[in-house]
């Protein structure tokens, strides 16, 4: 993650990370889905929007073995969604999200 840390340091337009997996067993896919995000604040939107029945993805959170606000990783039982479905959502959402001012 520290590499991970370092990549949102030196893009000032960069808010968090996309992580995308795919696993075939038996000709049958399986996705994965995470997002790591440089700021705690960011995450409560970005899990809340993801995780719409709209979006018809079928997430299930996994537990992480760190402790770690930052990052969520999710199994997704839809795995007929593929990137080309998952990435308009997070376009989406990145247009829409304002970032509440923490003062």
Known sequence: MN????FLSKNDNADGV???SLETTNNQP???LGFYVKKYE???P????IQRDEHN????ERGIPINQARIKLFEQDNAQASRKQILPLIEQF???FVPQNSS
């Open 18 to 20: 996309i992580i995308l």
């Open 3 to 6: 590499d991970i840390d370092e």
């Open 57 to 60: 993805l079928s997430l299930r």
């Open 42 to 44: 960011y995450m409560p």
């Open 30 to 32: 399986k996705r994965q």
């Open 94 to 96: 990145a247009k829409d």
């Open 46 to 49: 970005i899990n809340e929007y």
